[in-house]
C-alpha cells in the first residue's frame, strides 16, 4: 500500500458507515477487496475491525451512540469475520499435529465473543486442538469440559467488569479441587491487564490473539519441559 495510515482511515470509515447501515453486504465486500489487494486477515483486523469497535465503545461510553449502535457491530462484524478474514485464516493454515489441548470461552454473564473467536481461530490454526464453549459459561462448564477434555489451558474472555469476578472464580474452584496445577489458566479482553491477571495468579497475559498464540505455545514448552 502506498499510504497505509490513508487507506485504514478509508477502510475505517467505510466499515462504520456499513454498520451504520447494518449492511453486512458492504462490510464483507470491503475486506474482501482489501484481501484481494494483499491485505492479511490480520492486518485488516487489527488496522481497521479493531479501531472502529474501540470508537463505537468509546462513544457508547459517553453516551454519544447507543445498545442499537454496539448490536449492529456486533452484526456487521460477526459477517466479516465469518465469510471474509476466517476462511482466509484458514486457508492460509493447515498445521496438523496437536501444539496443547485449549477450552475457550466467554465468562459467565458475558455474550461478547469477537475477540474470543478471533483467539480460538488464531489457536487453531496454529495447531492447538480448541473446545470453543461458547458465551456465558460457567465456572462449573469450563473445568468440567477441562477435565473431560484432559485440556492443558483453559482461555477465558471477559469483556465486562461484572463478568471479571468469574475468573477468580475459577481459580478458586480449581485450587479448592487441589487442580490448579493441572491446567494453566488465561485470560483476555478489555478490563483484563497484565497487572490485573498477575494478581489474580493467571498464568499469563496476551493483549490480543496473536500475543495468545505466542503465550499458548510459552506455556506448553514449560510444560514439556516440566514434565521431562
Ligand atoms: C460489540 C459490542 C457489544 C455487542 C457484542 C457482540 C458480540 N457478538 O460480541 C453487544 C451489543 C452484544 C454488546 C452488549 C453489551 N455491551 Co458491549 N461492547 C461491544 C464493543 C463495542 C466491542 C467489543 C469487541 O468486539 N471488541 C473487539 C474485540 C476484537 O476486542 P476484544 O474482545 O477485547 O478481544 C481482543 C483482546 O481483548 C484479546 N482477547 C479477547 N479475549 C481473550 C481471551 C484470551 C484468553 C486472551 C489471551 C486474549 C483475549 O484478543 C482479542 C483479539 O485481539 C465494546 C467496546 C470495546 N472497546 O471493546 C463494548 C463493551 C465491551 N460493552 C459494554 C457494555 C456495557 C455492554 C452491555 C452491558 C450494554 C447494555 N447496556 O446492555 C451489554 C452486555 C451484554 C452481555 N451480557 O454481555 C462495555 C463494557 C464496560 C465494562 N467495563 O464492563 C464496553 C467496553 C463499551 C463501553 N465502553 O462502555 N456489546
Known sequence: MNNPDTQWGEMQAQLRAAIDGLDEDAAVAL???ALAQGVTPLEFFRNVVEPVLTAIGDAFSRLEVFLPDLMRAGVVVKAVQTKALEPAIRASGGVSSSEGRVVIGTAQGDIHDIGK???ALMLQVNGF???DLGTNVSTAAFIDVARRENADIIAMSSLLTTSLPFVKDVLARLDAA???ARFMVIAGGAPVTEAWSQAAG????AEDAVEAVALCRGLMAKRREAAA
Open 117 to 119: 473467536n478471533m483467539v
Open 129 to 131: 486442538t480448541v473446545t
Open 31 to 33: 475486506a474482501q477487496a
Open 178 to 180: 487441589g487442580e490448579r
Open 202 to 205: 493467571l498464568n499469563g497475559f
